[in-house]
C-alpha cells in the first residue's frame, strides 16, 4: 500500500509543475510537452522487459532497483537545473515507476492474501488516489512558504534550492522518499509469490503473436487513449488555467488538478457500485459521454466554470481504466500475462497525447490544442458500442454470461 502511494505522489504531479517546468526553463508548450513525454514513453520501453526479468530476479530486487533508478533520477533535477537534466530527470523516474507498476499487482495479491485480492485491489486504488491529491497540494505548499524562510525543513530548502525555482524542493522530496523506500525494502521480508498461468509474461513471440490479432490492437489503442486523455488533461489544466483566465498556477492551478485527481477517486468508488448494476460497457459510454459534457464545459465555460469542470471530468474518467483493462482480458481465451503487459506499455499514451496537444497548442492556440482531447474520449466511447467480451461482468440482475 505504502508503494503504491509512493508510485501516485511521484507520478501525477507532472501536472501541477507543468507551468513551473514552462516559466524557469522558457520552455514554448511543445517543448514542456516533452517533460511527460520523457515519463511516459518509459512505460513503453521497460514494462514488458521487467516481466521478462522479474521470473529471475523476483520481486524484491525488481522493486529496489526500481526505486534506485527513481532516486538516481530525483536526485539529477534536484542537483542540475535545466531542461536536459528535467528530461532525463523524468525518464529515469518514470523507468523506475513502471517497474514497480508490473510487480505490485501479483505482490498485492499474494500478501494480502488471494480471497482479499479484490477488496485490497480497490483500497490500493483509493490510496492511489489519495496520493494523487495530495502531490500537487504539497508542491503548493513548498511553492508558496519557501520563500524567507530560515529555520525547520523550509530553512534547509531554502538553502539548497534556487530562489527562483522554489519547485525543486518537491524534487529533494523525492529524492529522500526514494532512498527511504530503498532501505524499507532491504529490510523488509517479500513473500514468494507463484504467478499464476495467465499472470506470467510469455516470451516477445507471445507478443507479436497477440499484436496480429485484431481485438489485441484495438483495446491497445483504447489503453493509449484512456492514459492520453488522462495525462493530456492533468499536464495542461494548470496552464489553461493561467493562459485563459489568469489563475495562479502555484494555487488555483495546483489546487485544481489536486481536485482532478481527488475526484477521480470518488468516481472510482461510485463506479464499482453501478458495476454491479449495469453492464460495464454501458456505463463506460454514459461516463464517456458525461466526461466529454465536462470538457466542452471547462473549455467554453467561465473560469469559475472550468475550476469545476476540469476536476468534473475527472469523476467521470475514473471508471475508463478499469472497464477497459478488464474488457480487455476478457476479449481473449489465453496469454492474459503477455495480454496485460500490452495493455501497461499503452500508458505511453501519457506521453503521446500531451505532446500532441503542446504542438497543436504552440500552432493555434491552448485551448485548440486540447480539443484534441475529443478524439480520444471519442474512441473510448466506442468500445462501449463494439466491445464483445467473452465474459461479461456479473451485476445483480444477471449472472456472468458467456458470449
Not at 164 to 174: A, D, E, G, K, M
Not at 220 to 225: P, S
Not at 272 to 283: A, Q
Not at 289 to 318: H, K, N, T, Y
Amino acid at each position: 500500500m505504502l508503494t503504491f502511494f509512493v508510485i501516485s505522489f511521484l507520478t501525477n504531479v507532472i501536472g501541477a509543475l507543468n507551468p513551473d517546468f514552462i516559466r524557469g526553463f522558457d520552455l514554448s508548450l511543445t517543448l514542456a510537452a516533452f517533460l511527460p513525454f520523457a515519463f511516459f514513453i518509459a512505460y513503453g520501453l521497460v514494462s514488458i522487459p521487467t516481466g521478462m526479468l522479474l521470473e529471475k530476479y523476483k520481486e524484491k530486487k525488481i522493486m529496489t532497483a526500481g526505486f534506485v533508478v527513481a532516486f538516481i533520477g530525483s536526485l539529477l533535477l534536484a542537483v542540475i537545473h535545466n531542461y536536459i537534466s528535467a528530461i532525463i530527470s523524468l525518464f529515469l523516474i518514470g523507468s523506475g515507476m513502471a517497474m514497480l507498476q508490473v510487480v505490485i499487482n501479483p505482490l498485492l495479491r499474494t500478501a494480502g492474501g488471494e480471497e482479499h485480492y479484490a477488496f485490497n485491489a480497490v483500497l490500493a486504488q483509493l490510496i492511489f488516489g489519495a496520493a494523487s491529491f495530495v502531490s500537487p497540494m504539497v508542491y503548493s505548499y513548498f511553492a508558496q512558504n519557501l520563500k524567507g524562510q530560515t529555520s525547520g525543513l523550509l530553512g534547509v530548502f531554502n538553502h539548497i534550492v534556487p530562489a527562483n525555482l522554489p519547485w525543486i524542493s518537491l524534487y529533494w522530496i523525492f529524492t529522500v522518499i526514494s532512498l527511504l523506500m530503498i532501505l524499507i525494502f532491504r529490510v523488509s521480508r517479500f513473500p514468494v509469490v507463484e504467478l499464476k498461468a495467465d499472470e506470467e509474461v510469455g516470451p516477445l513471440q507471445t507478443h507479436i503473436m497477440l499484436f496480429k490479432k485484431r481485438v489485441v490492437v484495438l483495446f491497445f489503442i483504447g489503453m493509449i487513449c484512456y492514459v492520453g486523455t488522462e495525462q493530456g488533461i492533468a499536464n495542461w489544466i494548470s496552464k489553461f488555467l493561467e493562459t485563459y483566465h489568469q489563475y495562479d498556477p502555484q494555487t488555483k492551478g495546483a489546487d485544481t488538478v489536486a481536485y482532478f485527481w481527488g475526484l477521480m477517486t470518488a468516481g472510482g468508488v461510485l463506479g464499482l457500485f453501478l458495476l454491479k448494476i449495469f453492464d460495464s460497457r454501458k456505463v463506460l459510454i454514459g461516463f464517456t459521454i458525461a466526461a466529454m459534457i465536462c470538457l466542452s464545459a471547462a473549455f467554453f465555460g467561465s473560469g469559475q466554470v472550468a475550476l469545476i469542470a476540469f476536476p468534473a471530468v475527472g469523476f467521470f474518467a475514473s471508471v475508463m481504466y478499469p472497464v477497459i483493462f478488464s474488457l480487455a482480458l476478457n476479449s481473449i481465451e489465453e496469454h492474459h500475462g503477455s495480454f496485460a503487459g500490452i495493455m501497461v506499455t499503452g500508458i505511453i499514451g501519457g506521453a503521446i497525447v500531451p505532446l500532441i496537444i503542446g504542438g497543436l497548442g504552440d500552432a493555434l492556440g491552448l485551448r485548440t490544442g486540447m480539443f484534441f482531447l475529443y478524439l480520444t474520449l471519442g474512441y473510448i466511447l466506442s468500445i462501449g458500442f463494439w466491445a464483445k467480451p467473452i465474459v461479461t461482468n456479473k451485476t445483480v440482475f444477471n449472472k456472468k454470461e458467456k458470449h
